[in-house]
């Protein structure tokens, strides 16, 4: 179970504060997928990030009592001094997860062969996309955060993300931003709208989307 607790999340733009989260509530079950609706810039990216610790709020109390990855994909915590390898390994004892099995485990998955053991900063933005998305499936979470689960490489490399995301959801719990529906219907089994700063859990996708239909229109 994940709870948010009366969570607020302000940004500075040249106009002045921008409130993308305005003091929400809600809790997100254990054993469920979740699906989070929202158009962009309604603050989903955010709202992963806080839930995945990458960034804190300004207000409120974040609850995990679950293991929870980082954004599924997410390559800012890559550090581009590091070699793929060494990214690996940091990240494995940072998680407490067996240092063998990551390193092996990113390596075969992203498939980017030299370029393992050079700086991150020599990687092209598909590279690092791989890498990412290897290191996020190497280590075993029981909810797994997900930002749209881009695809990245060729469609075998596409096909094997999304084989072993699937895998990966059978046994763990997956919170997923999206602004597209289908993509939501296809993944999770109860969502939720953010919209204006506030958000909203539905116990059915269905009802979700209405909201959501309803909201953009």
């Known amino acids: 179970m994940i709870t948010l607790d009366r969570i607020h999340k302000s940004y500075r733009k040249k106009s002045g504060w921008h409130d993308v989260l305005r003091n929400i509530s809600v809790t997100f079950p254990k054993g469920r997928s979740v ?18 610790g990458v960034e804190q709020p300004d207000k409120g109390r974040i609850s995990r009592e679950m293991k929870v ?11 581009g001094d590091l070699t793929g390898r060494e ?6 004892r940072i998680y407490g997860a067996d240092l063998r099995h990551v390193v092996q485990f990113t390596e075969s998955f992203a498939e980017i062969g030299d370029y393992f053991d050079m ?5 092209s933005t598909g590279m690092r996309a791989r890498l990412s ?3 996020s499936m ?5 909810c797994y955060l997900v930002d749209e689960l881009t695809a990245v490489g060729d469609y075998v490399f596409q096909k094997k ?15 997923m931003v999206s602004h597209n529906v289908n993509t939501i219907k296809q993944y999770c089994d109860m969502a939720a709208v953010l919209s204006d ?4 859990l539905f116990e059915t996708v269905e009802a979700a989307a209405a909201a959501y239909s309803g909201n953009v229109h």
Do not use: D
């Not at 699906?35 to 995945?52: F, V």
């Not at 990855?69 to 550090?79: L, Q």
């Open 35 to 52: 699906g989070i609706l929202g158009r962009n810039g309604a603050g989903k990216s955010t709202l992963l990030r806080l839930i995945g």
């Open 138 to 142: 190497a280590c075993e979470f029981e």
């Open 197 to 200: 700063g506030h958000i909203e």
């Open 161 to 175: 993300c999304k084989e072993i995301f699937n895998e990966r959801r059978e046994r763990a719990s997956v919170i």
């Open 133 to 135: 998305f290897g290191l």
């Open 69 to 79: 990855s980082w954004p599924v994909g997410f390559t800012g915590g890559i550090h």
């Open 119 to 123: 700086p991150i900063q020599t990687y």
């Open 87 to 92: 990214n690996a390994r940091f990240v494995a």
